[in-house]
């Protein structure tokens, strides 16, 4: 069965770094567009950052743009968002999510994620 595994979550201060790392299993990796989604309190689950199957394009939601950046290694079955800048609105879990294709990135905010991990704390605080 497939797994996504997150992890990195923690604490930062506001304009500090973290950076997240997602492990997949029990898929072909690159069939997959893969993102990054967060839930907070009292906000609705929103999409983040997404990567095409190859690395070769990518998405950002404009709240992270030029703050987060996701990448991704196939041999390693791993992608990975950075962030940097971080601000007390940035506090959520985050979670992982892939998509079967091989679409470009304007694709990729209506893919179907369908596959999720268990999700990782990230608070920003001073």
């Known amino acids: 069965q497939v797994h996504l595994v997150e992890s990195g979550g923690g604490l930062a201060q506001p304009g500090g770094s973290l950076s997240l790392s997602c492990a997949a299993s029990?898929?072909?990796?690159?069939?997959?567009?893969m993102a990054w989604f967060r839930h907070a309190p009292g906000k609705r689950r929103s999409l983040i950052a997404a990567i095409t199957w190859n690395g070769s394009g990518a998405y950002y939601a404009e709240i992270v743009k030029d703050r987060f950046t996701v990448s991704r290694n196939n041999a390693r079955n791993t992608v990975t968002l950075q962030m940097n800048n971080l601000r007390a609105e940035d506090t959520a879990i985050y979670y992982c999510a892939a998509g079967r294709g091989r679409g470009i990135a304007q694709n990729l905010p209506g893919y179907e994620y369908d596959y999720w991990g268990q999700g990782t704390q990230v608070t920003v605080s001073s």
């Open positions: 029990g898929l072909t990796f690159s069939s997959y567009a």
